[in-house]
């Protein structure tokens, strides 16, 4: 059943139910349309009320059926059917009313909701534009400005804010139908309110309209869906609103169909599979109240601010009180930079701040679930910190390292219980960054690694399991990248010219000016370590420039010069006459071929750590890229890419 009928005192309750979301998939709007003539013809019926089962209202259109044709009735006919209804409609609303969702409850005459929901059209994160009313008539509802954030900023509106705006009529408790038929009986003694679609519209003031252009352009990083948004309520305010609807549905059409608005879809799916593993289902996490973090630097004082952003306790444990000072000073520092930027209010920043427990010495972390390790990348530093652990916690905590590159059984040789033990590999700033790839050895045991993704869940992250081999699935990608980046320069292709056909693409740097951010010693010394073990490593660009003291910004040149004070690359003469011996002579490669050797490359590798089974699906691969190195989410990822390209080839053949 995917819509119920229920009728009380002249009502008539419909129910969307269609499980998870309630999503207005086709069988759900056959329905509704049936139901509205229906309703129109039954003198019992005085009013209907239109609400969702369960927790939420409406979680949008159906998302899995826009690979295919709209299959009839379309929504905005159907919410143009229940606008024209005989008799008023109401939208009843607790939980999200998002997208579709927003956009039905428009058509209704009245919209009343408990103090939960919260009412948004994310359509433009799925790389389309609301596609049945919404930006026609949100404005009309609550004004342009309010409009502009909803429609092409993503902005979600809570419940009060709604009230305020003109969204809701009026806030109730539960329960929610009782609370709606109460609410008709009463309307009903009133003239009914004009239907949103005819009321009008103020005019626009052309100035803010133009900011708010530049401002969603500038923040939509060339994707195509947030200007277009705005481009087509603008439409409908200068045109009428019936060529302002068949304008938003034109562009919803093309819109759905573009390769943008694919690699969209594929990641929201992606991202909720990975929250699921099918391996993991049935095994029951373990209960995480407590988590210790050993060392805060820049890693430990990231990965202390998430768990408490997810309201966990935290123990943060270094190896002397300066560091200890340093570190808790760092911790307060992420969380007052939250307040200034208007995320937390003072008394919510020091909350948080205030359940972190600083220590030096193991013995505060006996009582903790989950400790996470994040010294020195130093297998010496961290065996002895495991042997502490080993010895101090309890014997059913899991213990974790955040390592970038050793080889987790190597850390994890000696703890008495391996099973316990597995790698939670954070991106720098874990508190911002959605990735976590999750590294068991051999000896984790099944509830350890659910556990893993438990947390991931709890923290906001995107989990992915790699499997172990030098950089897991994300750096041993980054290194193929820069190595293939590394190869063009040689060939004479310039490293402005390299990043900004990367940056073309929608990555926000490119390689060279993401190595001069982040420092170009870092591998330099792994290279380094590598040929003092006597490892043949050739020498590369980059090691010419660190020996040339070159190592990026901190020392105010790498690949590029710059100037005190300011992170704008300038190019260099002195970094091209030290690559001079390196490098052939100059040439120049279109943008398109250079980001399509750069993409290849990632791809390959991919491919190679799909084989070793180092990641499980290519889907894994795109999250990481996406989600801890920076990849234009509106590309899907290099896995999709690459696949896209190859059907772009057989289509040719
Ligand atoms: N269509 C189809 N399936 C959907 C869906 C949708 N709109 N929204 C969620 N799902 C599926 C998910 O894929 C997931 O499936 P799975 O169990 O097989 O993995 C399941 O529903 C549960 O989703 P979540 O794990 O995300 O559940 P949460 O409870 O965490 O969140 C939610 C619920 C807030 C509704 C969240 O799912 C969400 O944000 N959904 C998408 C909202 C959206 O973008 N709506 C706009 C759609 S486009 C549109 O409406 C076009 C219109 O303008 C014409
Ligand atoms: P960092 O040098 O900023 O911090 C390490 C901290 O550990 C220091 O504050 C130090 O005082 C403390 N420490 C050292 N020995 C200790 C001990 N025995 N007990 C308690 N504290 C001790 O290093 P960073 O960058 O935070 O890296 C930590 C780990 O995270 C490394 O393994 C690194 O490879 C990994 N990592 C780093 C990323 C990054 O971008 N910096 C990204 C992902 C992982």
Redesign the pocket.
């Known amino acids: 059943m995917t819509v119920k009928l229920e009728r009380r005192n002249g009502i008539a309750v419909v129910t969307i139910d269609n499980p998870?979301?309630n999503?207005l998939g086709r069988a759900v709007r056959e329905k509704l349309w049936a139901l509205a003539g229906e309703l129109d013809e039954d003198p019992s019926v005085r009013a209907v009320v239109l609400t969702g089962a369960g927790k939420?209202f409406v979680?949008?259109?159906?998302?899995?059926e826009f690979d295919r044709p709209v299959e009839p009735p379309g929504?905005p006919e159907l919410i143009a059917r229940i606008e024209a209804a005989a008799k008023p409609w109401v939208g009843a609303i607790r939980g999200?009313a998002?997208?579709?969702?927003l956009?039905i409850t428009l058509g209704c005459c009245f919209r009343i909701a408990t103090a939960d929901a919260r009412f948004a059209?994310?359509?433009t994160?799925?790389g389309?534009i609301?596609?049945?009313g919404?930006t026609q008539r949100l404005p009309r509802l609550i004004g342009i400005d309010h409009a502009i954030g909803v429609v092409a900023e993503n902005l979600t509106l809570d419940a009060a804010h709604a009230v305020e705006l003109g969204l809701v009529d009026r806030l109730v408790d539960e329960p929610l139908v009782d609370a709606a038929e109460a609410f008709v009986l009463e309307a009903l003694e009133r003239p009914l309110p004009e239907p949103v679609s005819r009321r009008p519209v103020a005019a626009v003031d052309p100035a803010r309209l133009q900011e708010a252009e530049a401002r969603i352009r500038r923040a939509a990083r060339g994707a195509a869906a947030p200007p277009l948004a705005l481009a087509a309520l603008r439409f409908g305010l200068e045109h009428g609103f019936a060529s302002g609807m068949a304008n938003e549905r034109a562009v919803?059409l093309k819109l759905r169909a573009s390769p943008e608005a694919a690699a969209l879809r594929y990641l929201?799916?992606a991202e909720?599979?990975a929250l699921?593993p099918a391996d993991m289902r049935g095994i029951t996490p373990f209960a995480i109240g407590r988590v210790g973090v050993v060392g805060g630097g820049t890693m430990g004082v990231g990965i202390a601010a998430a768990l408490r952003n997810a309201n966990l306790p935290v123990v943060l444990v270094e190896r002397d009180e300066t560091s200890l000072a340093r570190g808790m000073a760092a911790l307060a520092a992420v969380f007052q930079a939250a307040r200034k930027k208007g995320g937390l209010s003072e008394a919510e920043a020091e909350r948080r701040i205030g359940a972190v427990t600083g220590a030096v010495g193991y013995a505060a972390l006996a009582e903790c679930d989950l400790v996470i390790e994040a010294v020195f990348e130093d297998l010496s530093v961290k065996r002895a910190v495991f042997a502490e652990l080993g010895r101090i916690c309890r014997r059913d905590a899991v213990l974790a390292t955040n390592t970038s590159y050793i080889d987790p059984r190597l850390i994890a040789a000696g703890l008495p219980e391996p099973g316990r033990f597995i790698g939670l590999h954070f991106f720098s700033p874990a508190q911002v960054m959605k990735l976590l790839e999750i590294v068991p050895t051999p000896a984790t045991r099944p509830e350890v690694l659910a556990t893993a993704f438990d947390l991931a869940r709890r923290l906001a992250k995107i989990p992915v399991r790699s499997g172990i081999c030098d950089g897991f699935i994300g750096n041993r990608i980054l290194r193929r990248y820069r190595t293939e980046a590394e190869v063009l320069l040689r060939d004479g292709v310039s490293a402005a010219a390299i990043d900004a056909a990367m940056r073309g693409f929608g990555f926000a740097m490119g390689p060279f000016e993401m190595q001069d951010m982040a420092g170009l010693d870092i591998s330099f010394l792994y290279r380094e370590a590598a040929r003092s073990r006597g490892e043949t490593v050739p020498e590369t660009p980059g090691d010419l420039l660190v020996r040339a003291g070159r190592k990026g910004q901190k020392t105010g040149g790498g690949w590029y010069d710059y100037a005190p004070g300011d992170r704008t690359p300038q190019p260099s003469a002195e970094a091209a006459r030290i690559l001079a011996p390196m490098q052939a002579p100059p040439q120049t490669l279109a943008p398109e071929a250079i980001v399509e050797r750069l993409l290849a490359a990632m791809a390959a590798e991919g491919q190679a750590i799909l084989a070793e089974g180092i990641a499980a699906i290519p889907t894994d691969i795109d999250l990481v890229e996406v989600h801890g190195y920076g990849f234009p989410r509106r590309r899907g990822g290099p896995m999709f890419q690459a696949s896209r390209a190859a059907n772009r080839t057989q289509d040719g053949n």
């Open positions: 998870p979301v999503a939420l979680g949008g259109a159906d998302i899995t929504l999200v998002l997208g579709g969702g956009e059209l994310p359509e994160t799925l389309i609301p596609g049945a919404g919803f929201f799916f909720r599979a699921r």
